[in-house]
């Protein structure tokens, strides 16, 4: 080797890729045409030299003289076949027809496999012969000769001094601009000579004997291994470089001077993986099996077996091989030539080397080089397909060894060790770290996250799924069914899976390598591209962004998004929004990122311990966020901030409840198509399901979604988007410094109730906000839960009464209802309260409003609100009324009856009535009691002594109307009579349809009712009855005909109609139908009854009795006879008193 002044690096990747050729055929003509000058080569003797003595100390004596005993000249046409020493491993392993040609037989000999042993002379005879072949000046000259037309083409070449070795040297560096065929293959084939031996690389071994000698790298004993081929002295440098740089317990540090040996002799084997001696041997029979067909040269056996590397027939060693070149490739990317041949113009056009901040060992790094052309790529720059294809390779070789990255080995030790170890293959690792960085495993160390970022940002598997080898496999099934219509590679198939998350069409394996690659990636929204592209410009206009290969340290993961989103739901008023391609794209991701808590980065931050305080058994797809929504108040500050916020963004967006709209699809499809078609929602969605939230298309997990938002929105009126909108200014003004949407709603519509009965000329809440408050009434009516003070007041209440009645429909309110009398005090007033606001306004009753939609469009469409009720009562006997909304009709009148307040417009017409006549009852009553229907029932004894205003008469009579009807109208006769009922009208009570049986029943069992109470009740309807006929719908009934007849003229009231019907009886001219006139004589009996049960308690009840008394004319006809008898007594009484007066006055 003394001969040997200087080997330069561009000779050294000669040696390497030269040592990689197959078996030279005699007819070639390249080298049948260097065979001649190959065959007089000097052989210089001497034996090996020094270095190699001194490293392989398995040399022998006897092979030193061995070597000494090779002439120094050899004839003309000597063979290395002719070589006794040889002779019997040539006739063993090649073939006869290459005896002739030495580069043949050495390339033959020392490309044997590798449990095929030669003889230890004929090993160094070969290697004495490589070492003068390289050495000597004809070497060089049969280059000058074969590559003329090359070397003058290429400057660089032709500059070279000859007689050093440079020549060759600076060819080897150009091949790839070599296009003479002669030439080219000269260069290739002499390599296969030079680079066979590390120690025929002077440079290289005085640049790293010191490392091998501390690596152990050269303690190959002769007889186990190829003392010359000394592959693996190489290879376990490379992989005491790899240790380094993971720095691997044990690792020993490698001189800078041969690290970069190393890396240039890796460089230099790049394109054919002949040159690689070690890799050559341990993957010859993986190259047969996997890449038989596959073509040496520009890197292609490489990556064919890249490609295989995880195939279970691929043989350790081999794939042991692979991996450590991939690491090589990591740390710099010209140890790839296609790599580097393909991108070449790319990374010079972008400047992906010529960074003076950067360290040029930084610059060589394969993630520096991704991050800069990904860069380009995102930025909308041109990169050729090819160097994209190899970029691709390369990505998917990233996520599917996470060996290959350093960072990764360093930084997830621990975490490997502890939760992933032996899932290497396929990226089953990466993707299990991933899992641990998403809180699934436990606690992550943060530079192990860090790593697990940088990684995903350098592979980039948002750009293409397919880079991503465990997604790939295991979500294949849900590609080709759920997003067939995608073309293959497209970023949009991550969307799609996504949009079918959780969905039939998804897998679970699928489902989980999508969320841990989603979790990454929705930490830099640089990795979603078509986010990248579409909302760049926004993102540095509104969010201060740095570029795509750029990172801020300052910035925490996820921010850009958050700015995104914040200015995506903006006013026109309120400016800086985004455009609208960004704002469509931002919208997107949002509906896709809320079905995990863990996709927003924000969120989670600001959560992690509210979540783990109050959701940690929320485990299912969407449950955390709806958790911390129904724990609001309860969470810490910031995180009760970041919740609030993107509930405020749902109440516009109700498509970001992405599991509610798949819940909701049918009743969205049947009636809220139309809403659901706009582009951009507004609340409209939500409110069209919450008015659907009880069709037949509506199930259970759709109503759960749709009561789960409206009891959130009770929370902050800012949380219901159109109620927000409308009344901002409103609340502003009229209710500052509230907060709670229900308490807004009763602060605003206590303002509109006043300025109502004020009468005031401009009401103080505009038109726009009045009507959105009445539908947040009205939806607030259809759940007791969306009233918290209510629901609070009669929560035991409910459990007692309620609890087999599900919420929702306002069932539950309507229980409480039919339960009054056994609620608490507390309860009792608050549904109280609701009934008096529904029956002032009776589209708050949502009950009635549901039972009798159809009633209300086809009776009272041009009634007011407020006098739906009314209308509905004066429809209820109608032949095309609804039986239910007629039964709940009956309901509300019920309710009406038990208390005045509770019937408006009674109240209004008795106004000055009640206090005249039924004071003593208002004065005995508390504020928390209902009076249970004594003051109508006053009412209605001051209606049968005519003494009530004509309004207040009209009001009573309708009533009494109704109740005569329906005993169940009449509270005080339920209260005093139910067990005479039960008793003496069992079969009246159980019938469907009330027409007054009861009463009857009741009636004509006057004399066996025992209770008195219920016997004061009953006189008092005959009492009642006595003043208007239409009080007694039996007898009503029976005469109706006879008062068609007789009494057609005379209008009705005040006993007018009675009157004449017993006037008509008394009368022997007119005959009066059979029925008629026996319940006419029956009330008569009846009347004599109560008069003597009841007697007049004073002159104006008597005066009041005997005015309607049926039998009034004949009474004051004998009265005013016997007035006029007392008048005749007093006249003359009174002359006789005179006249004795006037005596006395004489006197």
Request: glycine share 4%; hydrophobic share 35%; aromatic share 6%.
């Amino acid at each position: 080797m003394a001969d040997c002044i200087r080997v330069p690096p561009l000779l050294l990747l000669l040696m390497c890729v030269l040592s990689s050729l197959r078996p030279i055929q005699a007819e070639n003509s390249v080298v049948a045409k260097l065979a001649p000058k190959a065959d007089i080569l000097p052989i210089v003797p001497g034996g090996p030299p020094a270095q190699a003595v001194a490293l392989n100390p398995g040399f022998s004596d006897q092979k030193a003289a061995a070597a000494a005993s090779v002439p120094r000249r050899r004839a003309t046409g000597w063979k290395l076949a002719e070589e006794a020493v040889c002779r019997e491993d040539l006739t063993r392993l090649c073939p006869k027809h290459s005896w002739t040609n030495n580069l043949a037989v050495l390339e033959c000999l020392q490309d044997r496999k590798e449990e095929t042993e030669i003889a230890a002379e004929c090993n160094h005879l070969l290697w004495n012969y490589k070492l003068n072949l390289t050495t000597d000046p004809k070497f060089e000259s049969v280059a000058v000769e074969v590559c003329k037309t090359t070397i003058s083409e290429i400057k660089e070449c032709a500059a070279e001094e000859l007689g050093k070795g440079f020549l060759v040297s600076c060819l080897v560096d150009h091949r790839s601009n070599i296009t003479d065929y002669q030439c080219n293959q000269y260069i290739t084939k002499m390599a296969t000579i030079v680079f066979s031996d590390f120690r025929l690389i002077c440079g290289f071994m005085d640049q790293c004997k010191e490392d091998i000698n501390s690596l152990h790298c050269g303690s190959i004993s002769t007889g186990e291994k190829d003392i010359h081929s000394q592959g693996e002295v190489i290879a376990c440098l490379e992989k005491g470089l790899v240790r380094e740089a993971e720095e691997q317990p044990g690792a020993k540090p490698i001189r800078d001077e041969c690290k970069k040996s190393i890396m240039r002799v890796a460089e230099l084997s790049s394109d054919d993986f002949h040159l690689d001696r070690y890799l050559y041997f341990a993957c010859r029979e993986d190259r047969e099996r996997f890449c038989e067909n596959t073509l040496a040269g520009e890197g292609r056996v490489y990556k064919c077996l890249f490609n295989h590397k995880f195939e279970e027939a691929m043989t350790e060693r081999c794939r042991e091989a692979l991996t450590t070149r991939q690491k090589l490739i990591a740390q710099d990317y010209k140890v790839s030539y296609s790599l580097a041949k393909a991108c070449k113009s790319d990374l010079r056009k972008y400047r992906c080397s010529a960074d003076s901040n950067m360290p040029r060992a930084r610059e060589a790094r394969l993630s520096y080089l991704l991050l800069c052309l990904e860069s380009a790529v995102h930025r909308g720059r041109v990169v050729s397909g090819e160097c994209q294809g190899e970029m691709m390779d390369y990505r998917r070789m990233l996520m599917e060894d996470f060996s290959l990255s350093p960072e990764i080995v360093l930084q997830c030790r621990s975490e490997i060790e502890g939760h992933c170890s032996g899932l290497h293959r396929k990226g089953r690792t990466l993707h299990c770290l991933m899992r641990v960085g998403r809180g699934d495993m436990g606690a992550i160390d943060p530079n192990c996250q860090k790593a697990l970022q940088t990684l995903i940002q350098e592979a980039d598997p948002g750009a293409d799924y397919r880079i991503d080898r465990a997604l790939n496999e295991a979500c294949e099934s849900v590609i080709q069914t759920a997003c067939k219509h995608i073309r293959n590679g497209d970023p949009m198939i991550l969307s799609c899976l996504m949009e079918h998350l959780y969905t039939e069409k998804m897998v679970e394996d699928c489902e989980h390598r999508l969320l841990e690659l989603q979790y990454f990636i929705a930490r830099d929204w640089k990795l979603d591209p078509i986010l990248y592209r579409k909302c760049s410009g926004d993102a540095a206009r509104l969010c201060h962004t740095h570029g795509w290969n750029e990172t801020s340290e300052m910035m925490p993961p996820g921010a850009v998004f958050s700015c995104l989103y914040r200015h995506a739901y903006r006013s026109v008023e309120q400016g800086r929004r985004l455009s609208r391609d960004c704002k469509v794209e931002v919208q997107r991701i949002l509906h896709q990122r809320a079905l995990d808590v863990k996709l927003d980065p924000e969120l989670q931050r600001r959560c992690i311990s509210d979540l783990g305080k109050w959701c940690s058994e929320k485990t299912e797809a969407g449950q955390e966020l709806g958790c911390l929504q129904e724990h609001m108040e309860d969470l810490l500050p910031d995180c009760r901030e970041t919740v609030g916020n993107l509930t405020e963004l749902e109440s516009e967006d109700i498509q970001i409840e992405a599991l509610l709209m798949r819940a909701c699809e049918p009743v969205i499809q049947t009636h809220c198509h139309e809403v659901a078609d706009n582009q951009i929602d507004t609340g409209d969605l939500m409110e069209c399901l919450v008015q659907n939230k009880h069709q037949k298309e509506m199930n259970d997990k759709c109503v759960v979604g749709v009561t789960h938002f409206q009891l959130i929105q009770i929370k902050d009126f800012r949380f219901s988007y159109k109620f927000k909108t409308a009344c901002k200014e409103d609340v502003l003004k009229l209710c500052p410094n509230i907060k709670k949407k229900v308490d807004v709603v009763i602060c605003l519509s206590t303002t509109v109730r006043n300025d109502t009965l004020q009468d005031v000329k401009e009401q103080r809440v505009s038109v726009k906000c009045r009507k959105q408050l009445r539908v947040e009434e009205v939806e607030m009516s259809e759940d007791i839960r969306l009233e918290p003070e209510l629901y609070d007041s009669c929560k035991q209440d409910i459990n007692k009464l309620c609890q087999n009645v599900a919420f929702g429909n306002a069932q539950v309110i309507e229980c409480l209802k039919e339960n009054k009398r056994s609620l608490t005090q507390r309860c009792h007033q608050k549904i109280f309260k609701l009934q008096e606001t529904e029956m002032v306004d009776p589209e708050l009753d949502y009950q009635l409003m549901r039972v009798c939609k159809h009633m209300i469009r086809r009776f009272c469409t041009e009634s007011e609100g407020k006098n739906t009720l009314q209308c509905l009562k004066q429809n209820k006997n109608s032949e095309l009324m609804d039986p239910k909304c007629k039964q709940m009709i009956t309901k509300r009148q019920i309710t009406q009856n038990t208390d005045f307040r509770l019937n408006p417009v009674l109240r209004k017409a008795c106004k000055a009535d009640i206090p005249k006549f039924c004071q003593p009852i208002l004065n005995k009553a508390t504020a928390d009691s209902e009076l249970e229907g004594q003051v109508i029932a006053c009412l209605k004894l001051k209606y049968a002594d005519q003494r009530l205003s004509a309004d207040c008469e009209d009001q009573i009579r309708v009533i009494l109307q109704e109740s005569a009807l329906d005993y169940r109208l009449d509270p005080q006769l339920q209260i005093h009579c139910t067990q005479e009922i039960s008793r003496l009208c069992p079969e009246e009570a159980a019938a469907q349809e009330q027409t007054g049986q009861v009463e009857e029943c009741l009636k004509v069992n006057l004399l066996k009712i025992k209770q008195e109470g219920c016997k004061k009740e009953v006189l008092n309807m005959l009492k009642e009855s006595k003043a208007d006929i239409f009080v007694d719908p039996v007898l009503h009934t029976a005469c109706a005909l006879d008062i068609k007849h007789q009494c057609a003229a005379i209008p009705p009231g005040k006993g007018r109609q009675m009157s004449c019907l017993m006037e008509a009886l008394q009368d022997k001219r007119v005959r009066l139908q059979p029925e008629c006139k026996k319940r006419l004589q029956d009330r008569i009996d009846m009347w004599s009854y109560a008069a003597k049960v009841a007697p007049a308690e004073g002159f104006s009840d008597l005066a009041m009795q005997v005015m309607t008394s049926p039998s009034k004319n004949y009474i004051l006809a004998v009265s005013c006879a016997g007035v006029a008898v007392l008048f005749l007594m007093g006249l003359l009484c009174g002359r006789f008193t005179k006249h004795v007066k006037q005596e006395l006055k004489d006197r």
